[in-house]
């Protein structure tokens, strides 16, 4: 097959102090041909004096106004000249063999347009693997119970993928590349890797989700409603539709029991429950329950 070349979008904001390390793993890459786009969303701290001396012709800085990380995202597809476009977030890492991987699997599966190699998340002040993130080849349906991809680890076929792009409208944010991968994945399916081959490095200083109910309910809204305006979605997840909006309500539920709001995480969970009882059986409704308990107990900071 020709040569593979591979475009990586690096989106960030205010991550100076992460950024080297996410430029670094890049540089440590066993394969060789690839390009690095980053994207600096609006930043107000020294990112641009530390991204600098790594520029050249194969590393290029783009600051925007601050638009969230979809608009950076766009931005960097925007840009890139690869056969293939990556991502990685400036605070996260590749380990050496996440594009040497991926061109395996691009002659494995014949150039597939969209595909997803397995990553970990990573506790950096305990230095340990906390949890693997893969789902099975083929399984666009995986989808239906969420974000199991991430923009970690995905692959996206330049040319094939140009029409598509992550929608900006900010109050989305956080379910944006949810929604980007039922459309995308409705179309071409599925292929994955289950290799670990890049690091979600949890840290003090981590972007936080919302807890906040309304925002979580407005964005669970708005990415069903986007996204079933298409109708590839519509065809191919709308007999499913039920059971996706019980596993959006089990994430509200579970973000509210991290904030120890119990009563309206019981009130998410029976919700879900309502649109499709198996929900219960699922590790994030244990989870809810789990932190429910803990609450309750006064245990949870002693045990979470």
Not at 60 to 77: D, P, Q, T
Not at 149 to 167: E, P, Q, V
């Amino acid at each position: 097959m020709d040569k593979v070349f591979f475009s990586i979008i690096i989106p960030t904001y205010n991550r100076s102090g992460f950024i080297v390390k996410a430029i670094e793993s890049v540089l440590s890459q066993k394969f060789s041909l690839y390009e690095i786009i980053i994207v600096d969303d609006g930043s107000t701290d020294n990112t641009e004096e530390v991204v600098r001396p790594f520029l050249k012709e194969t590393i290029r800085y783009f600051k925007i106004v601050n638009s969230e990380r979809a608009a950076a995202r766009n931005k960097g597809m925007n840009e890139a000249k690869g056969t293939y476009i990556t991502f990685l977030d400036s605070d996260d890492i590749y380990y050496p063999d996440y594009l040497s991987n991926a061109y395996e699997s691009i002659n494995k599966y014949d150039s597939p347009v969209f595909f997803h190699q397995a990553y970990e998340s990573y506790d950096a002040l305990a230095d340990k693997s906390l949890k693997k993130f893969s789902v099975k080849n083929d399984d666009v349906f995986s989808l239906v119970k969420g974000n199991h991809l991430s923009c970690l680890g995905i692959f996206l076929k330049r040319d094939d993928i140009a029409s598509y792009r992550f929608n900006e409208d900010r109050n989305l944010a956080g379910s944006e590349d949810w929604e980007l991968w039922l459309r995308i994945a409705s179309r071409f399916g599925i292929k994955t890797d289950d290799r670990v081959s890049a690091a979600l490095i949890i840290h003090d200083n981590r972007s936080v989700l919302s807890y906040d109910e309304n925002k979580l309910l407005h964005r669970k809204n708005l990415a069903l409603s986007y996204s079933f305006q298409d109708s590839n979605v519509i065809s191919k997840f709308g007999k499913y539709r039920r059971v996706m909006e019980a596993y959006c309500d089990t994430y509200i539920a579970l973000h509210l029991a991290l904030s120890a709001n119990n009563r309206k995480a019981i009130k998410y969970l029976f919700i879900s429950f309502s649109y499709y009882p198996d929900v219960l059986f699922s590790k994030r409704a244990l989870a809810i329950i789990k932190f429910v308990v803990l609450n309750v107990l006064g245990l949870r900071s002693k045990t979470a």
